[in-house]
């Protein structure tokens, strides 16, 4: 709610570069890669990941063995996960930073 309330989304990538760019701008502001939300969610269909700014998914990056929808419950996406390049699902109430983005 905080990005669109700004007029934007939760960050999408579609490539190794955007993600490592996200990466960059995480550590560069709490000196760490912190597990981070990002805008994808597989919410409506378990197991078919969207963007909530209504770009294609095209490119994943998923640590080994995930995403596992541990429990049913993970239908949210962070980058950084155990402080790597990799993705994981996790449970959307969970308390994380988080990057928005606008289109120009």
Known sequence: HYCRRRGGHLAS??????LNFL???VHHRTRS???TWVGA???VRDGVWKWTDGSW????RWYPGEPNNWFGREDCLEINFR???RTNDEKCHAR???ICARRR
Request: no cysteine; charged share 30%; hydrophobic share 15%.
């Open 83 to 85: 402080g790597s390049d």
């Open 57 to 60: 998914y095209n490119y994943s």
């Open 33 to 35: 890669f912190r597990n």
């Open 13 to 18: 990538f579609h490539s190794y570069s955007d």
């Open 96 to 98: 994380r930073p988080f």
């Open 41 to 43: 969610t597989d919410r």
């Open 23 to 25: 990466r960059s701008l």
